[in-house]
């Protein structure tokens, strides 16, 4: 097909070229019999009968129902009808998939560096992530002095009246005890906290029904202040403390707002997973616990390993904090520490803010159903689920029903008055999701399965309660699951999702490492179904919230000239024609507009030493018209979206000419679009 040097320039090229691709595919889906070849597998043959496709490809007839299922075309977006939100695991970073196709929409820059979209690379990211590293949080290296390492584990949707709202999203890093706040409206990291008291998280990551809240607690104990390291782990009862953390929701930013924020003192057992109350048990936070025997290993030193002596004792121990009660005292009876109002473990107990209740066998997950009245938690070492009511904690509370208190006097509910049924669903159970039937599915970790039963009333009479109703083996060790807003006051059903952790035999070699694989499973027919494995090759995802997608209202583009990071106009964006440089002693500053295909200026002189700001302005309002900035060898790279204006400030301490570039190929003449920075003595 010819084409004008006008169509070529104006980018029809692409275009014209669809129309090419487009006859041949058709000719193949109409069985046009002139054997072209599909993607070179074992179909040369032009053929439209799916079965003798099917067929030569080896498939099973089941397969091809599954396919389907959970096809979805280019351009056919509303057929992924949830979104996922998957933690990145060791990549500190956030993942978006579709659901059911899978497919991975987007990796989001968080903790980590990210070089496609520049975060981390010299624009103003650099000092978010900065910000997320404090001395509040725990001691830092002077050496290594900002954290650019993080393990992502649980995100947490923002909810209104229990339901995902679409707004924002929170994900905390394990590693270092920190938490960040992602905005729906253009998928972009905000705000990184280092959170005081906490050295490290586990226990999510949760966010209470009216986004009053996120919740973070500690994983590993932290070293009080003022103890002497040397003798803590002998002391280990007096010397460290745990932190279950609220973190108040900014309700027009969705920022932390941390004057209202406040901690509740805990003790130093090993905090785990932790779900927020609802509906009958709103106000209340549930953490569950292991190695409350305070193991702390020493297995060159004549103690038995910390796995050994974490898993002696029958039973750890359940926390119930209620943060409405806390939210009362916090304003009378709370300390500062560093930075964060906390109310002393003491205060805790004598205001009720704080009770135990026994859970066998080192517990991990604890979930709240969907109408708020069961928290299910799964016990690593026990082959049952175990059921609490809060209606019957409640009662328990009231009734000061107390088996003991611990060694720090916390009150001990009986666990024949909270635990209204349990249920044996295999080895191994972690984690638990619900759908919009009133089942509960657990992941088995040991069995690699998801189990699924009944719940109590009131969707089951007492009779069909507790029931194991299906099982299905997934594809390895599954760790996390997550059912369509299975997290929320309604959930959707439909699928779930397995985490798995291993997946060896699943996929083409490649090496020593295997991905990670997440299995979509069915839950609309009378048994579950596996439906398609999806390879995870960048790092070890923990958890995943899924959401419908019609509530993600995203932006196409940015109100001409946001700033990214406040998502407001900023004062130094420029619209086309503002372009200029301005000389203030040794800083220059440069006003910029990026289009296709030119930076304008193109050409910037400084002097060596100077200091450098570039205001840079995507002066597009076409969607996707990305450009891409980067300065070689000053380690500075960046993306600018349509309508955003982004800042970047260096100083231009080596000598020479450097040719910045627009790393995104974003026209036919992308690779003209560049500039030089003169660096001269
Ligand atoms: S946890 S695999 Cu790190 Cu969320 Cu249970
Ligand atoms: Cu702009 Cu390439």
Not at 509 to 538: A, R
Request: hydrophobic share 35%; with cysteine.
């Amino acid at each position: 097909m010819a084409l004008t040097r006008r169509e070529f320039i104006s980018g029809t090229a692409a275009g014209a070229a669809g129309l090419v691709v487009g006859g041949v595919v058709g000719n193949i889906i109409g069985g046009g019999g002139d054997g072209e070849t599909v993607g070179g597998g074992a179909v040369t043959g032009v053929s439209s009968d799916i079965t003798a496709i099917a067929e030569a490809r080896g498939l099973e007839p089941g397969d091809i129902a599954k396919a389907v299922k959970t096809f979805v075309p280019g351009g056919r977006p509303e057929l992924d009808e949830f979104y996922v939100f998957s933690s990145g695991g060791h990549s500190g970073q956030l993942m978006v998939m579709g659901v059911p196709s899978m497919r991975i929409l987007k990796i989001i820059g968080v903790f980590t560096p990210e070089s496609w979209q520049g975060w981390g690379y010299g624009s103003e990211s650099d000092a978010v992530i900065k910000a997320g590293t404090t001395s509040e949080g725990g001691p830092v290296s002077p050496s290594r002095p900002t954290l650019t390492w993080a393990d992502t584990h649980h995100p947490a949707l923002s909810e209104t009246d229990g339901e995902y709202d679409g707004r924002w999203v929170y994900i905390q890093d394990r590693a270092n005890g920190r938490i960040a706040m992602i905005d729906l409206r253009d998928f972009k990291t905000k705000q990184i906290y280092d959170v005081p008291n906490l050295v490290s998280s586990h226990g999510g990551c949760f966010v209470t029904p009216n986004s009053e809240y996120v919740h973070i607690s500690t994983k590993t104990p932290t070293l009080r202040d003022g103890v002497d390291p040397a003798s803590a782990l002998e002391n280990f009862a007096d010397s460290f403390r745990g932190y279950s953390t609220f973190l108040a929701i900014n309700p027009q930013t969705g920022r932390f707002d941390i004057e209202r924020s406040f901690q509740v003192e805990l003790p130093p057992y090993t905090q785990d997973l932790a779900d927020a109350g609802k509906l009958l048990s709103f106000g209340w936070v549930f953490i569950g616990s292991y190695n409350t025997e305070m193991a702390y290993g020493g297995n060159l030193e004549g103690n038995p390993p910390i796995e050994v002596g974490a898993s002696k004792a029958d039973f750890d121990y359940l926390h119930m904090v209620n943060w409405k009660k806390a939210e009362q005292v916090v304003g009378t009876r709370s300390v500062m520490l560093n930075g964060m109002r906390v109310i002393p473990l003491d205060v805790a107990i004598e205001e009720g803010i704080l009770y135990l209740a026994p859970e066998p066998r080192s517990p991990h997950g604890a979930d709240v159903s969907p109408n708020g009245r069961y928290i299910v938690v799964g016990g690593k070492l026990d082959p049952h689920v175990t059921i609490y009511d809060i209606e019957m904690i409640e009662k328990a509370i009231a009734a000061q029903d107390f088996e003991a208190h611990d060694q720090y006097g916390i009150p001990i509910l009986r666990f024949d008055s909270v635990v209204s049924g349990r249920v044996e669903v295999g080895a191994g159970p972690l984690h638990t999701q619900f759908d919009d039937k009133g089942y509960g599915y657990t992941s088995l970790f040991l069995e690699s399965a998801v189990a699924k039963y009944s719940l109590g009333a009131p969707d089951f009479t007492a009779e069909e309660s507790y029931k194991l109703v299906d099982k299905v083996p997934v594809h390895y060790n599954i760790g996390h699951l997550v059912a369509m807003e299975g997290d929320t006051v309604k959930p959707a059903g439909k699928y779930v999702i397995a985490l798995n952790k291993w997946s060896i035999d699943r996929y083409a070699g490649i090496g020593t490492l295997n991905p990670q694989n997440f299995q979509l499973v069915d839950l609309t027919g009378e048994k579950m179904e596996v439906l398609s494995d999806t390879p995870i090759g960048m790092a070890e995802p923990h958890y995943v919230q899924a959401i419908r997608a019609d509530r993600i209202k995203s932006w196409d583009v940015y109100p001409p000239g946001t700033d990214q990071l406040t998502m407001q106009p900023s004062p130094h964006a420029i619209a086309d024609g503002g372009e200029r440089i301005e000389q203030n002693g040794t800083t220059t500053e440069v006003y910029m507009s990026v289009k296709r295909s030119n930076f304008k200026p193109d050409i910037i002189r400084v002097k060596k030493g100077d200091r450098l700001v570039l205001h840079l302005t995507n002066v597009e309002v076409t969607p996707d018209a990305t450009h891409g900035f980067a300065v070689p060898r000053y380690n500075i790279s960046m993306s600018i979206d349509p309508g955003e204006y982004a800042r970047i400030e260096f100083v231009a301490d080596v000598e020479g000419a450097f040719a910045m570039y627009c790393t995104e190929f974003c026209s036919a003449l992308h690779l003209e679009m560049q500039g030089w920075i003169i660096v001269s003595a």
